[in-house]
């Protein structure tokens, strides 16, 4: 008997789609609506923050109820709350910066994750621990696109999701660098349309995000 073909590996999150919402929730009511508008708008990728109480409800609210989804967690400081949202449902990790405890956590997780640095020291260290998928943050404050087009020809073995104060403007020049994979931000989601449950003008703006490119047209 032939043995079974391997199954093909799990998307990066870096490639699933050029943006990835970084979701605050306030109201649990909010998460699955917020999360199928964001899906039929084509960014599956969702990253809801654990800044709020509701926070690890919304991720097992949409893990349960929105397939499509591929939700995963952000604002990881500990490794506690890797095994809190990875047990709710999280499929992937996402961390303002990162320690070893933390970073061991993650990578026990089971599930993608995704380190943040903000210098060159700590892009080193991660790809000394074998870790070449990153999370650049704050991307704006800590030097935007070009630190990271200067990181490229030394270390260009890694890649990033640049998040903290991109918007649609500059999102495109983000995308445009050889070792950016995708950007985080929350444009998407301005506080009136949540507040006012406009569904409809979130799925709006997340197409709008889904097309972005390199070059600052539809892919």
């Known amino acids: 008997m032939s043995s079974p073909l391997p199954s093909s ?10 943006v990835v919402p970084v979701v605050v929730l306030d109201d649990l009511a909010d998460a699955v609506p917020l999360a199928r ?15 709020t109480p509701v ?7 949409i893990a349960g109820e929105v397939p499509d989804a591929v939700v995963g967690a952000g604002t990881l400081v500990t490794a506690e709350q890797v095994g809190e949202v990875v047990a709710a449902g999280a499929r992937f990790l996402v961390s303002p910066g ?3 405890v933390l970073l061991e956590a993650m990578r026990g997780s089971g599930v993608p994750f995704l380190p943040g640095v903000s210098t ?29 087009k200067a990181l490229a020809a030394p270390l260009p073995q890694a890649r990033f999701c640049p998040t903290g104060g991109i918007t649609p403007a500059s999102a495109p020049e983000y995308l445009a660098l050889p070792n950016v994979g995708c950007v985080g931000g929350s444009w998407m989601l301005p506080k009136d349309a ?5 569904w ?9 995000a889904a097309g ?3 070059g600052g047209t539809s892919r």
């Open 120 to 148: 060159t020291s700590e892009v080193v260290a991660l790809l000394e621990r074998g870790v070449r998928e990153m999370k650049f943050f704050p991307a704006e404050a800590a030097g935007g696109t070009a630190y990271l």
């Open 55 to 61: 926070a690890l409800d919304a991720i097992r609210a």
């Open 194 to 198: 949540v507040a006012g449950r406009d």
């Open 212 to 214: 972005l490119s390199a």
């Open 9 to 18: 590996p799990a998307p990066s999150v870096l490639d699933l789609a050029p």
């Open 98 to 100: 990162w320690t070893d």
């Open 200 to 208: 409809g003008r979130v799925e709006a703006l997340a197409r709008e």
């Open 37 to 51: 508008a964001l899906v039929a708008g084509g960014l599956p990728a969702i990253e809801v923050t654990l800044r």
